[in-house]
Each structure stands twice: as structure tokens, then as C-alpha cells.
Nanobody, 115 residues
Framework: QVQLVESGGGLVQPGGSLRLSCAAS????????MGWYRQAPGKARELVAT???????NYADSVKGRFTISRDNAKVTSDLDMNNLKPEDTAVYYC?????????WGQGTQVTVSS
């Protein structure tokens, strides 16, 4: 079993910045993928950014150039640095980890971008 815990969410003004962190615990040796997703009210969950064990990074077009994903393989953590935040970034942000056969989700952390 793997447990993922997100932190760092909160209220921020448009144009501001926020850092989200995801910490993994448990049987973390098998994790081959970590990523961030978000779900806005009334919308489906969508991919924000991913970071594979092979070092491949992908961003959603909507956040490219504003968000940066990082990963510490030894500690099995992932950070999402969010800059120039917009109201449309408001969502619950989820950390996801994947092993060969299983997928794990954190509980989510709320990010609200509003003046």
C-alpha cells in the first residue's frame, strides 16, 4: 500500500504563487510515476502535470509556462510550483502515484484563486 498526502493549498490572489507538495509513504519502492491532477466544481478531473521515473515531464496546455512539477525519487515526493495563478485554476488538486499494477490518489488539497 502507498499513501499520498498533499499539502500547500489555500487562498491566493490572481497573479500570485503557491507551492503544492505531495509526500508518499508505505510501499514506495514500486512507484514509477507521480503526477498532479485537479478537479474544478462541476468538471471532470484533469491532468495538470506528470513526472515519470524515466524523467519525462508533461504539462497540460492550460498550465504550461506557469506551473512546474518536480520530483525527489529518493524521498518519493513531488512538488507543484504554481505561478501567475488565475481564477480558472481554482480546483481541488490531487497527487497521483502509480506502480506497475496500482494507482494511488491523495485526499486532495483545495486551491482557490480569488481577489
Amino acid at each position: 500500500q502507498v499513501q499520498l498526502v498533499e499539502s500547500g493549498g489555500g487562498l491566493v490572489q490572481p497573479g500570485g504563487s503557491l507551492r503544492l507538495s505531495c509526500a508518499a509513504s508505505g510501499n514506495v519502492a514500486t512507484i514509477i510515476y507521480m503526477g498532479w491532477y485537479r478537479q474544478a466544481p462541476g468538471k471532470a478531473r484533469e491532468l495538470v502535470a506528470t513526472f515519470t521515473s524515466g524523467g519525462y515531464i508533461n504539462y497540460a496546455d492550460s498550465v504550461k509556462g506557469r506551473f512546474t512539477i518536480s520530483r525527489d525519487n529518493a524521498k518519493v515526493t513531488s512538488d507543484l510550483d504554481m505561478n501567475n495563478l488565475k481564477p480558472e485554476d481554482t480546483a481541488v488538486y490531487y497527487c497521483r502515484g502509480r506502480s506497475r499494477s496500482d494507482s494511488y490518489w491523495g485526499q486532495g488539497t483545495q486551491v482557490t484563486v480569488s481577489s
